[in-house]
């Protein structure tokens, strides 16, 4: 309906109609194009905001979003940043708020604007997430299943890796191994759920990875290029190479714009791709990952490269951290599907449908007797989103014909071994670059 016609309707019939909107675009260039809409949306905003909100994205979806921007505001506040070992009360009202449609129509105006702006962040990751994979394995278009299973595991992803962050101390030396699990309990609802919290965490990982190899090729090039015009202004090759700390051992025509500033200063900053073993860059990943979607984004979406160099180096101090290897619950707390496969009892498929069994879930496990965080779905499926996807696509696949083929955890031959790679100060060595140096180690 035009604005201008809507504006002639009385305040009742007004509400009504901006309250079957579909988006929150359709809503603000509703109320932006009329005074009189304005004022009738003002009266009762923010039941109309709710139900937007809930025709966008489901009554489910909403509450997880609800929840993930009531934590993002814990973000930005320092006094959150303790040693306490589990969620604090507020983080549990938070959690049984989740279904509770009155807790929404409390929401301040400024958290539903930020619920909206965080929506377009999550909508950007699900297209990033959903184009990928379609451009590597190909199929027919999204289904609204699909749709809502990526929704609600980067919903949940975010509000996971908050907490993640918000139960570690500033210094990051310990780590909170009690939340994911415990959350996991809490949250979801079904292992296939925690599965698809998985997916997305190892797709971030992925992306992360990417950034870093970018970065470390930038600076290789750009050491090259700064030696290469040191030597073109008459300088001494051999008096031009660079020690192991990044340090060019000439004090004449030595480029110091870059290396002093990001490099000799901090150490922490060099982990991100310098050690031979490159174990810190594991960390750092793991770690980055916590920093939430809003951070990623802006991190994915860089083309700046001094921006990129920056944003590495403010957040490096804080990469000295305990982590683990992995984000898997040491809990099982689906005992009912876990005893069902333990005594070999396959699990039915009922349709595809965001609250029924996840059809890739029970083609990897109905044939294997173990509860689902040991299962071999590590890393081959999850790399492939194997939780997401409906019958449809699966069978075009051609995944579930055959069964789930075993598959040896944590060795798979799609998987990087980072540590085998060479490191920067490797690649420089062989290069002539940097001058070897027995008596420098990282800690």
């Known amino acids: 309906m035009e604005p201008a016609l809507l504006a002639t309707l009385p305040a009742e019939l007004i509400c009504a109609i901006l309250s079957s909107l579909a988006s929150a675009d359709d809503l603000l260039s509703m109320i932006l194009a009329s005074k009189q809409i304005y004022e009738s949306f003002k009266s009762t905003r923010k039941s109309i905001l709710l139900a937007v909100a809930q025709n966008s994205l489901g009554a489910h979806i909403l509450a997880d979003g609800l929840i993930t921007v009531r934590y993002l505001k814990k973000r930005s506040d320092d006094s ?3 040693t306490r070992r589990h969620p604090t009360p507020l983080d ?4 049984k708020d989740r279904n509770d449609t009155s807790t929404s129509l409390r929401l301040p105006l400024t958290e539903w604007i930020l619920f909206f702006q965080y929506q377009r962040v999550v909508e950007d990751f699900v297209h990033d997430y959903a184009s990928r994979q379609l451009v590597k394995y190909g199929g027919p278009p999204l289904s609204t299943t699909e749709l809502y299973r990526l929704r609600r595991a980067f919903y949940r992803y975010d ?7 918000l139960t570690m101390d500033m210094r990051g030396s310990e780590r909170n191994m009690v939340v994911w699990p415990a959350l996991l309990t809490e949250y979801a609802t079904s292992p296939w759920e925690v599965e698809e ?9 992925e992306r992360l990875e990417e950034v870093l190899d970018q970065v470390e090729t930038e600076y290789i090039e750009s050491v090259v290029a700064s030696t290469q015009a040191t030597a073109s202004l008459g300088g001494d090759p051999d008096e031009t190479r660079w020690h192991s700390k990044g340090v060019a051992t000439s004090s004449r025509d030595h480029p110091s714009h870059f290396y002093e500033t990001d490099i000799e200063h901090d150490e922490d900053a060099r982990s991100f791709f310098w050690t031979s073993e490159k174990r810190y860059q594991i960390l750092n990943t793991e770690y980055l990952s916590t920093f939430g979607l809003r951070f990623l984004r802006r991190l994915f979406h860089l083309t700046d490269k001094r921006t990129r160099r920056a944003i590495v180096a403010e957040n490096s101090g804080l990469l000295a951290c305990t982590l683990a290897d992995a984000l898997l619950p040491s809990v099982n707390p689906f005992k009912q599907e876990k005893q069902d496969l333990e005594e070999g009892k396959p699990l039915d498929f009922e349709g595809d449908a965001p609250d029924k069994r996840n059809l890739g879930w029970l083609w990897a496990n109905q044939y294997l007797p173990t509860p689902y965080y040991a299962s071999p779905c590590d890393f081959d499926f999850r790399s492939w989103g194997y939780v997401f996807w409906d019958r449809p696509r699966l069978e075009y696949l051609n995944v579930i014909k055959e069964p789930c083929p075993r598959v040896d955890r944590n060795r798979s031959p799609q998987k990087r071994d980072r540590g085998r790679e060479k490191s920067v100060e490797e690649k420089l060595r062989e290069m002539n670059i940097i001058e070897e140096r027995t008596d420098f180690q990282f800690y």
């Not at 549990?92 to 959690?95: D, S």
């Not at 509000?159 to 962050?165: A, E, K, P, Y």
């Open 159 to 165: 509000t996971f890796q908050t907490i993640n962050l």
């Open 197 to 205: 919290v998985m997916c997305v965490h190892q797709y971030v990982i």
């Open 92 to 95: 549990q009202n938070i959690l």
């Open 80 to 82: 959150v940043f303790t």
